[in-house]
């Protein structure tokens, strides 16, 4: 309280005493007590007034004693269990958490963790059923909840972590971790797939690479066989050689992708040597062979060589067939993935009024033979002025041209192709790859184009005898491969399709049990815009027991989630459908039978060892849990911090001040009023 609020108070109490002196004993001969009594009543409500208008501060302190926190966390995963030390596990969690000398030295925080990490309060909330164990998470938790503070961590784990960042290091280095190491730490003959690198996706009739690590534990060399089959076919196998100094192999192998589809395969590591846990010597991975066989169809009213160059570049590449037909022999144009419409005559009239609805992409090859009245009238890409008279044009390659990736394949040195001479005029959804020039004129009209507009794609060359370039590249690189693969790429161009979906749905075709299996949406609206209001289901239905679910996608940031996590392994197929539009998309996947927590057959001692040592803690067994206890105790770098808290609070808050006030008035009235006084 300063200096001057200790001045006006010592102002309030004279001035009430004077006014209260000045009311009732000033030229008042009588002084009973009665009078003293009301005397009293006016200096009380009259201070009481001054009071509140001097309004001091009262400040009042208090001690508090804060403890150190003492995370006691415990690994709630199945490998616990798998390792027979969930009891164990238990027993030291309760004996820490109802030690009294612990509580009086330490605030001690009790948690589990497995995928998640959760405050307890007591033993009867650990299950060892967790799925992950997810030690990352206990660093990031633990520096969140006791943040800026210095604290000791024991933990009761097997060490064995299966996702997240390496725990060794996520640990604050100035925080000591005391692993409390569960499990038989005897070290067994073991063989594990310790992890498999494959590709989600290959192609048919290609081979993808599989890289697969292997891991042993033992005293002893140890030769193993490695294989891979798919149901009782054996793809490949080998031997492996493991010691004491070299535990681990990498193996690689190319595996054929001659089925199309989902593909499951199972590695496997085997031995003559008995395993205590055999469970982690297979491992189940699945690839899905993409078909990316692509039939084209090559439509030419005449014979030329041409026709013949142009489906050998194409069908170098294995997954495309090109058939040859006539304007007039086609059955089921809508079966073809790319039209090629060599020399356009009026015979091509119904193919493209057929393709109007189709909207197969089409690559428009002219020539001599060419009546480009129908090409003006059934496309609007090209506009073409010609006459009669026949030119020669040799190819300049364009070097911006951006629609997809190509090299100058040597294109200023191939021979001229022959068409009609005039003018092209081009609109502005149209790519130039190729321009033609006359000998050394430049006419910057276009030779080869692409045109990618509304979902629907096509390319033009402008001229014929293009074999005469399938030749040329060969005499340069003793090769067709450079101008197959240029050809391949006009039609991989030519054989995809961007064109936008309402209903686009993002899921994995496989899952591993224990994985997050999550499936997330997005409706879009006419406009292609995201429709928020969408309402979204999903009908999940197992397929060998038909049991059907189903689910409501919820709304999340820029997309609809759904969680199935729990589902069994097996087989599944789904629906996701928008129910304002009934758009509807279907598809599978498959949850393989691997539980990544049955791995383990010893706790992971060495890392655990690290983590100890890299916070300058210390590790120690079950049996040595009174050793534990006494570490804590006897460490002095932890002890209680005395707080003083000092809280201040202005009079003005009082209210039974103005309770006071108010009766002090109000008996000093009545007393005057029944005394006649008044």
């Known amino acids: 309280m300063t200096t001057s609020t200790i001045v006006l108070l010592l102002l309030s109490v004279l001035v009430a005493a004077g006014l209260s002196y000045l009311q009732y004993f000033y030229k008042n001969k009588g002084q009973s007590k009665l009078i003293k009594w009301l005397a009293f009543l006016r200096f009380l409500a009259i201070f009481g007034i001054l009071l509140l208008l001097i309004n001091p501060i009262i400040a009042r302190k208090t001690y508090e004693t804060v403890k150190t926190p003492l995370a006691l966390v415990v690994d709630n995963s199945k490998s616990i269990t798998e390792l027979k030390a969930n009891t164990i596990s238990k027993e030291v969690f309760e004996k820490l958490a109802s030690n009294s000398d612990l509580k009086d030295k330490y605030d001690v925080q009790l948690y589990r963790f497995d995928s998640d990490f959760q405050s307890i309060e007591e033993s009867s909330e650990l299950n060892f059923k967790g799925k992950q164990s997810h030690f990352d998470q206990v660093a990031k938790s633990l520096k969140s909840i006791n943040k800026n503070l210095t604290f000791p961590t024991v933990l009761i784990s097997d060490g064995n972590q299966t996702s997240g960042e390496d725990y060794v290091f996520s640990f604050d280095a100035n925080n000591k971790v005391y692993p409390l190491v569960v499990g038989d730490t005897t070290t067994y003959l073991d063989l594990k797939i310790n992890q498999i690198n494959v590709n989600k996706y290959a192609f048919h009739k290609n081979k993808f690479p ?103 570049g194409i069908e170098t590449n294995a997954s495309r067939k090109v058939t040859i037909l006539k304007p007039n022999g086609i059955s089921d144009l809508g079966k073809y993935n790319v039209l090629i419409l060599y020399q356009p005559t009026a015979e091509f009239k119904s193919i ?296 201040k609070t202005p009079i003005i808050d009082w209210v039974w001040l103005l309770v006071l006030i108010a009766l002090a008035l109000a008996t000093e009235w009545f007393v005057r009023k029944y005394n006649g006084l008044l």
């Open 352 to 647: 493209f009024e057929a393709n109007k609805n189709l909207r197969i992409n089409t690559w428009i090859i002219t020539g001599n033979n060419t009546d480009y009245n129908l090409l003006n009238q059934q496309q609007n890409q090209m506009v073409f002025r010609v006459s009669s008279q026949k030119e020669d044009y040799l190819a300049s390659f364009n070097s911006n041209f951006n629609l997809f990736a190509t090299d100058n394949i040597g294109f200023e040195n191939f021979p001229p192709l022959e068409n009609a001479y005039g003018s092209i005029k081009t609109n502005d959804n149209v790519s130039v790859l190729l321009t033609s020039r006359i000998r050394t004129v430049d006419t910057e009209a276009p030779l080869l184009a692409f045109a990618d507009a509304q979902g629907s794609r096509s390319a033009f060359l402008i001229g014929e005898n293009v074999w005469k370039w399938r030749a040329q590249s060969y005499l340069d690189n003793k090769s067709f491969d450079k101008f197959d693969v240029f050809i391949d790429k006009i039609i991989q161009f030519l054989a995809s399709n961007d064109s936008k979906k309402s209903l686009i749905v993002n899921h994995e075709r496989f899952y591993n049990s224990g994985d997050a299996l999550e499936i997330t949406a997005q409706y879009f609206n006419k406009n292609y815009e995201l429709d928020e209001k969408a309402r979204l289901t999903i009908t999940v239905t197992n397929s060998k027991t038909k049991q059907v679910k189903r689910y409501d996608l919820l709304r999340a940031s820029n997309a609809f989630k759904v969680n199935l996590d729990g589902l069994a392994a097996g087989n599944y197929t789904f629906t996701v459908k928008e129910l304002n539009s009934n758009s509807s998309y279907s598809a599978g996947f498959e949850i393989l039978d691997f539980d990544i927590e049955k791995q383990f057959v010893n706790p992971d001692l060495v890392r655990l060892r690290q983590l100890a040592s890299q916070t300058k803690g210390a590790v120690f067994v079950p049996n040595q849990i009174d050793n534990l206890i006494k570490t804590l105790l006897e460490n002095n770098d932890y002890k209680s911090v005395q707080k003083e808290i000092v809280t």
């Open 210 to 312: 599989v890289e697969v690590f292997l891991q042993y534990a033992g005293t002893k060399s140890v030769n193993a066989n490695f294989s891979i089959s798919q149901g009782n076919s054996v793809l490949t196998q080998q031997t492996v050689s493991f010691s004491p100094s070299k535990k681990a192999q990498v193996v690689n192998v190319l595996l054929p992708a001659d089925k199309v589809g989902m593909q499951l395969y199972s590695a496997k590591i085997t031995s003559t040597e008995s395993e205590k846990n055999t469970y982690n010597n297979t491992k189940k991975f699945a690839v899905e062979i993409i078909d990316q066989r692509s039939e084209i169809a090559l439509i030419s009213s005449i014979n030329h060589p041409d026709l013949g160059a142009i489906k050998r």
